[in-house]
């Protein structure tokens, strides 16, 4: 087994110093996993993902991401490695409106430099193994839910990032697009890419998780060990 994409050690996480949103988490995910964080609100899950994802600085503890320190990345660094390292979906897709789809998946790529001609054909990949080739030139504001998501999957895969974290990625779809969506993440966890996901979604879980871990009032309930 190789290294891991995701060490957390021994990593808490307090605000004005009031009770710990996480307090003394350890979880290991390794390549190719596909692990989701279950839990009530308030157990720490968003804080798990924040702190993975750069967006936060734990108060103890390391958090690593592909041999990185992320806890202690400056601003300028962290936002260079979500761009570089991490795709990221959100619950309400956060697609620019008045680009088109093409142009909102292409987006990451452009901001690391990638040349245009590579990205334009990266991009053409990912929408034909998404499904969404036919809507390239559209708006995502003429798009359904489940496709919007699509795009934004296309977009948090542009770079061939290391990780994707997902923060409820299905909370605004109906059943269906849902359905479909967990089985697109499970596609892509068979294709060897590593997710980290948090959600409130036990079905989601069982779709297309390899592991799920349970969280409680900031510590870890239930499968972390690994």
Do not use: W
């Not at 307090?23 to 964080?37: K, R």
């Not at 308030?42 to 991401?65: C, E, H, M």
């Not at 690391?112 to 001609?117: D, V």
């Not at 997710?195 to 989601?204: A, F, K, N, P, W």
């Amino acid at each position: 087994m190789g290294a891991p994409v995701i060490e957390l050690t021994n990593v808490s996480r307090r605000y004005d110093g009031g009770a710990a949103a996480l307090d003394d988490v350890s979880l290991t995910v390794q390549p190719g996993e596909a692990v989701a964080i279950l839990g009530p609100s308030g157990s720490g899950k968003s804080t798990l993902l924040n702190l993975v994802a750069g967006l936060d600085r734990p108060s103890g503890g390391t958090v690593f991401v592909a041999g990185t320190n992320v806890g202690e990345m400056r601003e300028a660094e962290s936002a260079r490695y979500r761009r570089a390292s991490v795709g990221m979906v959100f619950q309400f897709f956060n697609l620019l409106d008045d680009l088109t789809v093409s142009d909102n998946v292409m987006l990451p790529a452009q901001l690391i430099g990638t040349p245009r001609g590579d990205a334009r054909r990266r991009v053409a990949e990912l929408l034909h193994v998404l499904n969404i080739e036919r809507h390239a030139d559209s708006y995502p504001g003429t798009l359904s839910g489940g496709e919007r998501q699509r795009v934004a999957i296309a977009r948090a895969l542009v770079n061939r990032p290391a990780l994707v974290l997902a923060d409820e990625p299905t909370g605004a779809l109906d059943s269906a697009s849902g359905a479909d969506v967990a089985g697109l993440f499970g596609e892509l966890n068979s294709s060897g890419q590593t997710i980290l996901l948090v959600t409130h979604d036990v079905s989601l879980a069982a779709a297309c998780a390899t592991r799920t871990v349970r969280l409680a009032d900031g510590r870890v309930a239930d499968g972390g060990a690994q």
